[in-house]
C-alpha cells in the first residue's frame, strides 16, 4: 500500500514540507493524498470559522493550475488519474470552506458534534415565528399575483434575510476559538443551523412564487 501524505510531512521526492496532502509545492509533485483529507487540509490553511474569502479563493486558483489534469495530459495515465482525483478533491474543499453554513456544519461534525438528525431542535425563540413565516408564505402561495398576500413576500424575505445574518454571527461568536470535541456548544450551533436551514427553506420557496409570478407576467 503507497504512503499517503498529510500536511506538514515531506515530499518523497524533494523532501520539502508539504502545506497540502494533494500537492508538493516545491517540487510540482502530485501526492496520494489520505482518503478522505479534511477540506482545510486539502487547500493548506488553518482550520478556522472565519475565512478570508479572497485568500481562499486565490489560494484555490494557486493549487488548480497546478493540479488540473490538463497541465499533466503528457503524463502517465496514474498521474492524470491522480490529478483528476485530486482536483475533485480541492474543488469540493472550495465548496464548503467558501459557505458560511457548510463550513459551520462541517466543522460540528468534525468536532463530534450532533448531526441534523441527531438534534432537530431550534432555538425556542424561532417556534411561533416559523408558525407566521408558514401561514405568510401558504396564504400567498394560494394567492394571485396581484394580491395583498403576494406583496407581503417582500417584507417577509427581507426579515429572514436580516435573521439569517443574525443566526449566522451567533454561530461564529460560538465557533470562534473552535470549541474542544463534544464540546455542549456544539449543540447549541446544531440548533441554529437547523433554525438557517428553514430560513434558507423558507427564502426558496419565496423565490419560486416570484419566479412564478415574472413568468406569469411574459
Known amino acids: 500500500m503507497e504512503h499517503q501524505h498529510a500536511p506538514g510531512e515531506e ?54 493550475r497546478q493540479l488540473h489534469p490538463d497541465f499533466h495530459i503528457h503524463a502517465d495515465t ?30 460540528v461534525k468534525s468536532l463530534a458534534g450532533p448531526s441534523e438528525s441527531d438534534e432537530r431542535q431550534m432555538p425556542s425563540e424561532f417556534l411561533a415565528e416559523v408558525m407566521e ?3 405568510t ?5 394560494d394567492a394571485p399575483a396581484d394580491s395583498p398576500a ?9 426579515s429572514l434575510e436580516e435573521q439569517r445574518a443574525r443566526v449566522m454571527s451567533e454561530i461564529s461568536d460560538r465557533l470562534v476559538p473552535l470549541p474542544e470535541a463534544h ?15 428553514y430560513i434558507d427553506r423558507t427564502l426558496g ?10 413568468s406569469s407576467e411574459r
Do not use: H
Request: net charge neutral.
Open 150 to 158: 403576494r406583496a407581503e413576500l417582500d417584507p417577509l424575505a427581507t
Open 133 to 135: 413565516w408558514n401561514e
Open 11 to 64: 515530499c518523497p521526492k524533494c523532501w520539502a514540507k508539504v502545506s497540502t496532502p494533494l500537492f508538493c509545492e516545491s517540487c510540482k509533485a502530485i501526492l496520494p493524498a489520505t482518503a478522505n483529507p479534511s477540506p482545510f487540509d486539502a487547500l493548506g490553511v488553518e482550520p478556522s470559522y472565519p475565512i478570508d474569502a479572497m485568500a481562499l479563493r486565490k489560494r484555490l486558483l494557486t493549487l488548480s
Open 205 to 214: 420557496e419565496i423565490a419560486e412564487l416570484r419566479l412564478a409570478d415574472a
Open 137 to 141: 408564505v401558504e396564504d400567498a402561495r
Open 78 to 107: 496514474g498521474t492524470r488519474a491522480l490529478a483528476e482525483r485530486n482536483t475533485a478533491e480541492l474543488n469540493a474543499a472550495f465548496e464548503i470552506l467558501s459557505d458560511d453554513f457548510r463550513r459551520a456544519d462541517w466543522i
Open 183 to 197: 464540546a455542549p456548544v456544539l449543540r447549541e450551533v446544531r440548533r441554529r443551523l437547523n433554525a438557517v436551514r
